[in-house]
């Protein structure tokens, strides 16, 4: 059997309740058995148990959804429950032609009479082996906060490990060896959802760049409606604009701290550094973080233990010593 996971959502539930679960179902898999792990923006770090990954970032139809929850809606507004489960299937029908190509360009033996292609989809409650991967169907448009009935013992959690391998190419385009210190500053924006104080972006860096050379990572997915990291103009920092996540968990492996900021609701970047053995001061305003509170502390004692940490900053009680790290 050939089993072909695929997750269709946003990226905090794929951290959070979906390649955590792959994991642990690895480890029970028969003899024989392999694993397809299919994602967007190069997400293989997460899928070390993968013999293949596939990234469906170019799939038109999966370029043209927005993500939410486990699930791809038919992008933005609000056109109705039997309209997103309609193209929940157009989506996964389309996804299962583009996969099995990529399979068949690489792994032909696994296409035939004596191999069956199992496809699990994150939009899916599927059980399999007494596992259980995606959401409900009637879901697929709710607002569910990631906190909400996360299930740990479901998973199996594990420290992401960056791919160095990219190193060079990392270092050439930011300019500078990455064994020298750095602060990583990442921001977060989306175009929809609440909308809430704006951040001192600027005069945070400024801080951090009396101390030390400040990295400001950008980036955008051209998914609709995805959120996106961008700066304006500020002299005296290095502008990394990453186009995958390798490129990220490299930064985040060497910097000396990461200091990252939200806007609008709690971004999924702020997960990765602890989720890779880091911590991460997590800026946001006060509306932002009220919902969450104890949902950190959550993550914090149950998910997060390999060493990082989010530790959460309210913006309107932020002082320059919290900046510095003193």
Not at 234 to 250: K, L, N, T
């Amino acid at each position: 059997m050939v089993y072909v996971f695929t997750f269709l959502g946003e990226f905090g539930y794929e951290l959070f309740n979906w390649q955590g679960v792959i994991r642990k179902f690895a480890a029970a898999i028969a003899p024989g058995d392999a694993i397809v792990c299919c994602s967007r923006a190069r997400v293989y770090p997460l899928y070390e148990k993968a013999d293949l990954y596939v990234d469906i970032s170019e799939a038109p139809i999966f370029k043209r959804s927005r993500a939410c929850c486990y699930s791809a809606t038919i992008g933005a507004g609000a056109p109705g429950r039997g309209v997103n489960r309609a193209f929940d299937a157009a989506l996964r029908a389309s996804l299962r032609s583009f996969i099995s190509n990529r399979i068949r360009a690489v792994r032909p033996e696994w296409i035939g009479p004596d191999r069956e292609l199992m496809f699990i989809f994150s939009s899916r409650k599927t059980a399999v082996g007494g596992f259980v991967f995606g959401c409900d169907a009637d879901r697929i448009e709710d607002e569910a906060d990631i906190g909400d009935g996360l299930e740990v013992a479901n998973n199996c959690y594990a420290r992401i490990s960056p791919d160095l391998g990219i190193r060079c190419e990392v270092e050439r385009r930011a300019g500078f060896n990455l064994s020298e210190p750095y602060v990583l500053v990442q921001m977060r924006q989306r175009r929809v959802g609440p909308a809430s104080a704006l951040l001192p972006v600027a005069e945070i860096v400024n801080i951090l760049g009396q101390q030390t050379r400040v990295v400001r990572l950008s980036f955008e997915t051209g998914r609709l409606l995805d959120s996106f990291s961008r700066f304006d103009t500020q002299a005296g920092c290095v502008d990394y604009p990453a186009r995958s996540f390798p490129e990220q968990a490299c930064l985040i492996h060497f910097a000396a701290r990461c200091v990252f900021l939200t806007e609008g609701d709690f971004g999924s970047h702020t997960y990765v550094p602890p989720f890779m053995g880091r911590d991460v001061l997590a800026i946001a305003p006060r509306s932002v973080y009220e919902p969450w509170r104890n949902v950190i502390d959550f993550w914090n004692r149950d998910v997060f233990r390999f060493g990082g940490q989010l530790v959460p900053q309210v913006a309107e009680e932020l002082t320059e010593e919290a900046v510095r790290g003193v």
